[in-house]
């Protein structure tokens, strides 16, 4: 089965790998719960959720079986003068568990789209109503994603660098993390003005960035200051969604709510390339004219896919389900249990949790960043056991789908202790 390695080797190109030097992939056969069955017999537990889309485990019955049925009935349809059951009934149950001032259901079909959606109907809105506003307001190593909008939002890194003269402007202030928050919050009052279309954000946990948390109190006042100038929120939600946080949405630990929110990954279980930005009303009564030119001219081939809608329906019927967030609570019970006895290792910093997402980093090394060797020593280790880690950098982070059991999840902590005697 090598052999599909090397077929790979000879025809595709995969995502943020350095073919030179990557070593060949790794050929899956077949996924059940948390665990990930390779060709050569080897298994290994998905503890980042196969890049954070997983929420249920891997080929999930109830998720198959809808997915099925849809795949039966209406494979995919023009979404532009037609529509159907799946998007509709999609649009309504997410609009009742989304904080009530989002009104009207965007589709798209992946995170970055998602959040290209949300930026141009900010910029029209301004546009529509006749006060154009030309700036963006954005945190430091935020991940919004890696179209252009969405890598202009990003925090600028070497990811970005040979892009950099092609990207937008955009003010960035730094993550109001633990004991920044007042600094944070006296540049904001410098950065908002009624010339900012939008703030967006991660709310309380930057993804990509490398797992930095911040409080919901500092983001509500930051919040509050940019209303006072009119300026939109943007809350990508893309991966902080359906639970991942501890609440269905990293937002619903705010007070203030953002205008518009972006979500993907998750929103499907996992299972299909599926995006959403949802809007108030407000935002969409600006769209409304017998003037064509202020229509939202955006979408895409696959908008709205009924499979995808299916497979999103399917996942939130599990979601919702008791046992669901009975599990949600128990790992974020677990973990917490483990963050204390990581505190207890020299070589362990910057414990962080919020609900299921647990992140620490490795203090090996000279410095913190994602090229940092202490990451392949890392995941190699963790790979060689059996266990599935992506650190970002020297950051190490867990996030499990929500079926792990304790048993999985106790298997993974030896196996980090075990990394921690060895470095
Ligand atoms: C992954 C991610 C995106 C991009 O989503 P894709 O589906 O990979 O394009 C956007 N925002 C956040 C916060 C993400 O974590």
């Known amino acids: 089965m090598n052999d599909l390695a090397e077929r790979d080797r000879a025809v595709v190109w995969h995502p943020f790998t350095q073919m030179q030097t990557a070593p060949l992939p790794v050929p899956i056969v077949r996924g059940e719960g948390s665990v990930l069955y390779g060709a050569d017999g080897r298994e290994y537990l998905d503890m980042i959720s196969s890049w954070w889309v997983n929420l249920h485990g891997h080929a999930h019955p109830h998720i198959a079986q809808r997915l099925s049925e849809q795949l039966n009935t209406l494979e995919h349809v023009i979404f532009a003068g037609f529509t159907h059951q799946p998007a509709v009934e999609l649009a309504e149950r997410l609009l009742a568990i989304l904080p009530p001032n989002q009104a009207k259901v965007f589709y798209s079909d992946n995170g970055s789209t998602a959040v290209e959606v949300a930026l141009k109907m900010a910029f029209q809105y301004w546009h529509n109503l006749g006060q154009p506003r030309r700036k963006v307001v954005a945190l430091e190593n935020a991940y919004h994603g890696d179209t252009f909008g969405a890598m202009a939002v990003g925090g600028r890194s070497a990811f970005s660098a040979p892009f950099a003269p092609f990207l937008f402007d955009v003010d960035f202030l730094p993550a109001p993390v633990a004991g920044q928050e007042q600094a944070v919050l006296e540049q904001a009052k410098e950065l908002f003005s009624d010339d900012v279309a939008a703030f967006i954000v ?42 991942r946080t501890g609440k269905l949405f990293a937002s619903d630990y705010l007070r203030e709510k953002a205008d518009l929110m972006c979500l ?130 020297n950051v190490l982070y867990l996030m499990p789908p929500y079926c792990t059991t304790d048993e999985q999840l106790d298997y993974t902590y030896q196996q980090i202790i075990d990394l921690l005697q060895t470095i």
């Not at 797992?211 to 991966?239: C, H, K, N, W």
Request: hydrophobic share 45%.
């Open 202 to 243: 991660e709310p309380l946990v930057q993804g990509s960035g490398g797992m930095i948390m911040y409080e919901p109190e500092t983001l509500d006042a930051l919040f509050s200051l940019a209303r006072q100038y009119g300026v939109l929120i943007i809350a990508d939600e893309v991966m902080t969604g359906f639970g």
């Open 264 to 393: 993907s990954k998750g929103l499907t279980g996992g299972t299909m390339a599926l995006g959403v930005t949802t809007c108030t009303q407000a935002i969409y009564d600006a769209f409304l004219s017998t003037d064509k030119l202020r229509t939202l001219f955006h979408g895409h081939s696959f908008t709205a896919n009924p499979l995808a809608c299916a497979a999103a329906l399917a996942s939130m019927d599990l979601l919702l389900l008791d046992e669901t967030q009975v599990a949600i609570r128990r790992i974020a019970q677990k973990n917490s249990t483990f963050a204390q006895r990581l505190a207890t290792y020299s070589t362990v910093g910057n414990i962080r949790q919020r609900g299921t997402l647990l992140a620490f980093d490795l203090m090996v090394g000279e410095e913190t960043s994602y090229f940092n060797t202490i990451r392949d020593v890392a995941y190699d280790f963790l790979t060689a056991r059996g266990v599935l880690m992506r650190p970002l950098g």
